[in-house]
């Protein structure tokens, strides 16, 4: 069991999928896109509208795959960083026969994931507005890491060396 003493706020941002919106989030994980690494990590998603057909996928452990998958810019589909040999190439978890878990959701609902699961979620073919809260926390083992170009969020000016716990100023400790 991984335990932390202190929780720590990273980012949190809103998430909205406008009705007949046809594309679908593509699958990815957190973690590549953003500057911090750790076991450590957990993002909520919670919805603010009902959720039946666009809701949150996750792929089952993995978050235990030996390497990330290759963060892209989602509408050029592009490789986020130029450095995809580190990465393993973006699966079709559907068309690969991954563990594929989503869930009906109501607001209030929230689905805790580490940074490292991969997820995305269908297009909202619904006539309603699909929004939802997402939050990122990390734990004591979070450091500070470089990436190979622009994180996202990028924060510039933090001043951060990689290796170093996230700025306390920047990032406030909820516990």
């Known amino acids: 069991m991984i335990t ?5 706020m990273f980012h949190d941002h809103v998430l909205v999928k406008e009705p007949g919106t046809t594309r679908p989030t593509p699958w990815h994980q957190d973690g590549p896109y953003y500057f911090v690494e750790g076991r450590q990590t957990v993002s909520f998603w919670s919805p603010v509208d009902p959720v039946k057909e666009a809701s949150l996928r996750c792929v089952a452990g993995s978050h235990l795959w030996p390497r990330e ?3 892209t810019r989602w509408l050029a589909e592009t490789a986020f960083f130029p450095d995809p040999d580190r990465y393993m190439p973006v699966p079709d978890p559907d068309a690969e026969g991954m563990n594929v878990l989503e869930w009906q ?3 209030g609902d929230a689905v805790a994931f580490h940074f490292r699961t991969l997820h995305g979620a269908r297009g909202n073919a619904s006539a309603a507005r699909r929004r939802a809260f997402s939050l990122r926390l990390v734990g004591d083992d979070a450091r500070y890491v470089e990436r190979p170009g622009r994180t996202s969020p990028p924060y510039p000016g933090h001043g951060m060396v990689a290796g170093q716990t996230l700025r306390e100023d920047w990032f406030p400790f909820l516990l």
Do not use: A, C, K, N
Not at 4 to 8: A, G, K
């Open 4 to 8: 932390s003493d202190r929780v720590q």
């Open 69 to 71: 998958v290759l963060p």
């Open 105 to 107: 959701m109501e607001p």
